[in-house]
């Protein structure tokens, strides 16, 4: 249960390598997951508040802050619980720094770009994101052999995953959603764990 990851990233004190950012995601996909079902059962307040901790650096997990990495999926989730709990201009400024995060074209992050957008109103230009990412996503994956963190591995079953996985976001913010749920259920069957390396920072992270 997300619940008890938290519990246990709270209260160990890890050694992390410089450059390393796995512990740091595990806090971020525990917080964002556990927020997520609190929404979906209208606890809006407790959910916030995990989304907002979704951006912290705990001092225990040793991980530096990354200046640069991209906050459009974070900032995204506190601004949707801002909005329910009847504070529409603070999510407006965050929808707007959503939008105003530059992520390359095909990355994942673009979906959280349109849905921004489209909370902002603006579904014209909403729609040409996701057009634009669905594009991008649907270009050929590279076969040539290349180093994902640390470990060597299949180009030919986990690029080809993130590729899926992505394309379905797109799919899904142009309200193609029975498409995109076949594309994201090709995606998991070939990489169980293809939305967390969707959204892990880069190793560098600068």
């Not at 809006?44 to 901790?53: C, D, I, P, V």
């Not at 230009?125 to 052999?145: G, I, N, T």
């Not at 976001?169 to 029975?178: F, H, N, P, Q």
Request: no cysteine; aromatic share 10%; glycine share 4%.
């Amino acid at each position: 249960r997300f619940e008890d990851a938290i519990n246990w990233l709270s209260k160990t004190h890890f050694h992390s390598w410089e450059g390393r950012y796995d512990v740091h995601q595990y806090w971020v996909e525990s917080h964002i997951n556990h927020g997520d079902a609190l929404f979906k059962t209208g606890n809006f307040q407790e959910a916030l508040k995990h989304y907002e901790l979704s951006l912290t650096y705990p001092a225990n997990l040793e991980v530096a802050s990354q200046p640069k990495a991209i906050q459009a999926r974070k900032r995204y989730k506190v601004a949707q619980a801002l909005e329910k709990l009847g504070k529409r201009s603070q999510a407006k400024k965050l929808y707007k720094l959503v939008v105003a995060d530059a992520p390359a074209a095909n990355d994942a992050y673009q979906y959280y770009r349109g849905k921004a957008l489209e909370a902002l109103g603006q579904k014209k230009k909403s729609r040409q994101v996701f057009a634009d990412f669905l594009a991008a996503a649907e270009k050929p994956v590279s076969k040539k052999r290349r180093r994902v963190g640390e470990a060597y591995v299949d180009p030919a079953r986990n690029l080809e995953a993130l590729q899926l996985f992505k394309r379905s976001l797109a799919l899904e913010g142009l309200g193609r959603t029975e498409e995109s749920a076949s594309l994201r259920e090709q995606a998991l069957k070939m990489d169980a764990i293809v939305a967390l390396r969707a959204f892990t920072a880069p190793r560098s992270g600068w």
